[in-house]
């Protein structure tokens, strides 16, 4: 009774929050973790309840010294490979950041290279899907980025403004359902329009969100001076001189 209990009370701020949520529609108080707290303790308690439920069903059963050692060594297992994993992303921190962090070779040094060669207040043209890491990666600021959603109400039209001429030609938001999860297919139609965008249109991007870089994850395609290079990335740098923009 008192576990049943202790579940019922640390679902309050869960509560609190379902109360809240038609109030605060930009998640300005249910951004705190105290509203997330049900997230962990429903599952958690429910367990635990499931396990009490199992140990009072067991109370009389003969074999019941059996069954504490089965519970034992499934607990014992359960830790050691807890713990494995555990130590495995230890060690992924001493490299960080690397691949257990989705962060490739290739990714790390375009990331050194800038945070080296750069000003920090340098502005990028980058996908607005791939990479997406690219902010804290290289400590630089980016035009927008597909999973960076505004905070705020206002902001939501800049940044469907942005991520539409990130994607070029393509209209990355037609045929979207309100009633379907459209972000893989909107996501798909970025990434497409992004490498399809001609030199014209990426000095265009530059000259808008006034950016001294434009990256692309492909082999040399722009017109562009390559400020860097490696195996996945290109950097290109604006020409010093623009060139006619009908030009081809």
């Given at each position: 009774m008192g576990l049943a209990a202790f579940a019922l009370v640390s679902l309050i701020p869960f509560v609190a929050g379902v109360l809240l949520a038609p109030v605060d529609i930009e998640g300005k108080f249910l951004q705190y973790y105290p509203f997330r707290f049900g997230d962990i303790m429903l599952p958690l308690t429910a367990w635990l309840l499931a396990c009490c439920?199992?140990?009072q069903a067991c109370e009389q059963w003969r074999s019941r010294p059996l069954l504490m050692t089965a519970c034992l060594v499934i607990l014992s297992l359960?830790?050691?490979l807890q713990a494995v994993a555990f130590s495995q992303q230890a060690i992924a921190l001493e490299k960080f950041p690397s691949k257990a962090q989705r962060v490739s070779s290739e990714a790390k040094d375009l990331g050194e290279w800038i945070r080296k060669r750069t000003?920090?207040?340098?502005?990028f043209v980058t996908s607005?899907?791939?990479l997406d890491n690219f902010h804290w990666l290289a400590e630089r600021a980016t035009v927008a980025k597909f999973k960076?959603?505004?905070p705020t109400a206002e902001g939501i039209p800049e940044w469907i403004t942005r991520l539409s001429d990130?994607?070029?030609s393509i209209d990355p938001w037609v045929n979207v359902s309100r009633t379907a999860d459209n972000s893989l297919a909107i996501q798909r139609r970025m990434i497409q329009g992004y490498e399809e965008l001609t030199t014209p249109q990426a000095i265009a991007l530059m000259r808008k969100y006034k950016a001294r870089y434009f990256l692309a994850e492909q082999a040399p395609q722009l017109d562009?001076?390559?400020a860097y290079q490696n195996e996945d990335y290109t950097l290109y740098t604006r020409p010093t001189r623009q060139k006619n923009p009908d030009a081809t």
């Amino acid at each position: 009774m008192g576990l049943a209990a202790f579940a019922l009370v640390s679902l309050i701020p869960f509560v609190a929050g379902v109360l809240l949520a038609p109030v605060d529609i930009e998640g300005k108080f249910l951004q705190y973790y105290p509203f997330r707290f049900g997230d962990i303790m429903l599952p958690l308690t429910a367990w635990l309840l499931a396990c009490c439920a199992l140990e009072q069903a067991c109370e009389q059963w003969r074999s019941r010294p059996l069954l504490m050692t089965a519970c034992l060594v499934i607990l014992s297992l359960t830790c050691a490979l807890q713990a494995v994993a555990f130590s495995q992303q230890a060690i992924a921190l001493e490299k960080f950041p690397s691949k257990a962090q989705r962060v490739s070779s290739e990714a790390k040094d375009l990331g050194e290279w800038i945070r080296k060669r750069t000003r920090q207040d340098t502005i990028f043209v980058t996908s607005p899907v791939e990479l997406d890491n690219f902010h804290w990666l290289a400590e630089r600021a980016t035009v927008a980025k597909f999973k960076l959603v505004p905070p705020t109400a206002e902001g939501i039209p800049e940044w469907i403004t942005r991520l539409s001429d990130l994607s070029g030609s393509i209209d990355p938001w037609v045929n979207v359902s309100r009633t379907a999860d459209n972000s893989l297919a909107i996501q798909r139609r970025m990434i497409q329009g992004y490498e399809e965008l001609t030199t014209p249109q990426a000095i265009a991007l530059m000259r808008k969100y006034k950016a001294r870089y434009f990256l692309a994850e492909q082999a040399p395609q722009l017109d562009l001076p390559i400020a860097y290079q490696n195996e996945d990335y290109t950097l290109y740098t604006r020409p010093t001189r623009q060139k006619n923009p009908d030009a081809t």
